[in-house]
């Protein structure tokens, strides 16, 4: 049950398309499954270009120069050197990133999909009472169980793309 509902915390958060667009800069940028640390701030500016395009908003902001400097120093010193970092460490750094503007990106996705769900729940009302059929289920089930039914269907919809 645990794992379940962390895969659907992943999801709602966008963890797999913020990892689908990380993989797809990686692919791009990087030479022999590494990708230079002097290659990580224009990597970093694209994943953020590319999530801006695609996600919902807000804008995400991406780090500063200063801020990737500094990641990088980091990242020279616990590795001794090495002027690389693999497809793992960059997306642990990017989503680290983007951990920043979650709770404004999930308060705007929560206000969208209650506020579609209950639009949604009274127009289905209104469609179904014209069909003779339908409308004695219509009438038993309450709106407030309709609602809810759209606000989990539209919390788990994709509404990412990934070119």
């Not at 049950?1 to 992943?10: I, N, S, T, V, Y």
């Not at 499954?33 to 991406?62: M, Q, R, W, Y």
């Not at 970092?85 to 709770?103: G, S």
Request: charged share 25%; hydrophobic share 45%.
């Amino acid at each position: 049950m645990g794992q379940k509902l962390g895969a659907l915390w992943d999801r709602i958060q966008g963890k797999r398309q913020v990892l689908a667009v990380c993989d797809k800069v990686f692919d791009r940028c990087a030479r022999d499954d590494f990708l230079g640390l002097t290659e990580l701030h224009l990597a970093t500016l694209l994943v953020f270009d590319c999530i801006n395009k695609n996600f919902p908003k807000p804008h995400k902001s991406p780090p500063s120069q200063e801020e990737i400097d500094d990641v990088a120093m980091e990242l020279r010193l616990k590795a001794q050197g090495k002027n690389a970092i693999d497809r793992a460490e960059f997306a642990a750094l990017i989503l680290r990133w983007v951990q920043r503007d979650l709770t404004v990106y999930l308060r705007n996705k929560v206000l969208h999909v209650l506020t579609a769900a209950g639009a949604m729940a009274a127009l289905t009302r209104n469609a179904a009472t014209s069909v003779p059929r339908i409308k004695r289920v219509v009438d038993t089930v309450p709106t407030p169980l309709l609602a809810s039914a759209f606000a989990i269907c539209f919390a788990l919809i994709e509404d990412v793309r990934v070119e």
